[in-house]
């Protein structure tokens, strides 16, 4: 049985009010801290994947300056591929999601009534 004055929940478990959203992978291409390979280096090894090119081209790594491998020890300087995690990992801010940019066709039966950028609709089909 739980101590009522307990600041946990029910089971023993963190209180059940802290909203954090869902959960985002601990790895490099989602951190802060990491910045990304050239898109030349990309481009490249995705058609050596793809097996478009002949030539062997090596995972293209990012670099990061805060990698810390375990706990207490140093930051380093390191070049890691986009898979990569370490314990310094800070979640980038996600990016604001932008409307008025699709592409829209409106119907009437089997003719088309108005077609044109979702942010030029007229009110009258809204």
């Known amino acids: 049985m739980t101590d009522p004055s307990s ?10 009010d802290e909203d954090e959203g869902p959960p ?22 995705e058609s050596f994947q793809l097996g478009l090119s002949r030539r062997r081209v090596k995972r293209p790594t990012g670099s990061c300056d ?19 995690g370490c314990f310094n990992f800070s979640a980038k801010p996600r990016e604001p999601f932008t409307r008025g940019h699709g592409f829209v066709t409106i119907y009437a039966g089997d003719h088309v009534v108005w077609q044109g950028w979702e942010k030029d609709l007229p009110d009258e089909y809204r």
């Open 24 to 45: 985002v992978p601990r790895y490099c291409k989602y951190c802060r801290h990491w910045s990304a390979p050239s898109n030349w280096e990309v481009h490249a090894y």
């Open 66 to 84: 805060r990698v810390l491998i375990r706990p207490g020890k140093p930051l380093a300087f390191s070049a890691t591929t986009d898979t990569f």
């Open 7 to 16: 600041p946990l929940g029910h089971n023993g478990g963190p209180p059940l």
